[in-house]
């Protein structure tokens, strides 16, 4: 993780301007049993298969990814500079734990993945502007029946 005193001025506004809001109230509900649990995974990596359209940096879309997809048939296209990729190189599991997912599945610690799954590009925009695109997504979820997902944060 990069420190914001090796950050040019501009790139460590855009940082700590991003919002952190506090929660007022609990803004959790308790779901059923993780071995009921139907799991998706929503990254921010700027993932997709390789024929589908680039991420750039202005970006507010997502790319849907199939459950059933070989993680070699992913590519990454995260627009951020700041973004240190040689985790995701190593092992895609750091920012799409498709793999450890599909072991809890086996392992029948989880009811069931979902039959897709969903990157955004989290760099160069603030969260409210993706508000469109989370409220698709979630809507897409909640058609799969997906009432667990695993957030990866880029």
Known sequence: MVKLTDLSAHNAQHLLDKECPAFTKQPFVMGPPLRERRVAIVTTAGLHRRDDHNF???????????????????????ASVNFDRSGFQQDINVVLPLDRLRELDEAGEIGSIANFHYAFNG??????????????VGRLLKADGVNAAVLVPV
Do not use: K
């Open 123 to 136: 760099a160069g925009q603030l969260a409210p502007a993706f508000e469109p695109s989370a409220r698709e």
């Open 56 to 78: 750039d940096l202005s970006d507010l879309s997502y790319r849907v990814i199939p459950g059933d997809v070989r993680v070699d048939d992913l590519v990454m296209t995260q």
